[in-house]
């Protein structure tokens, strides 16, 4: 796996996007990110992510090396 700031950027960026767009049309469309965006990141964090195999809060200095 190689690492590519900007790729890694735009992916998070247009994930979150599609996370809340998800999250305010299952609420009848009100668009307030900003009481949202903390739950939204945090649930990115606690997922498994296919690229690492593992949740990003999962990663740890130990365990980090063997992802890239």
């Given at each position: 796996f190689l690492?590519?700031?900007k790729f890694f950027t735009?992916?998070?960026r247009r994930t979150i996007q599609e996370r809340l767009e998800r999250f305010f049309d299952s609420?009848?469309?009100v668009r307030r990110w900003v009481?949202?965006?903390q739950n939204t990141v945090a649930n990115?964090?606690?997922t498994v992510h296919s690229s690492i195999k593992m949740?990003?809060?999962d990663v740890t200095i130990e365990n980090e090396k063997k992802l890239f």
């Open positions: 690492f590519n700031p735009s992916f998070f609420r009848g469309g009481d949202q965006l990115y964090n606690n949740k990003p809060n």
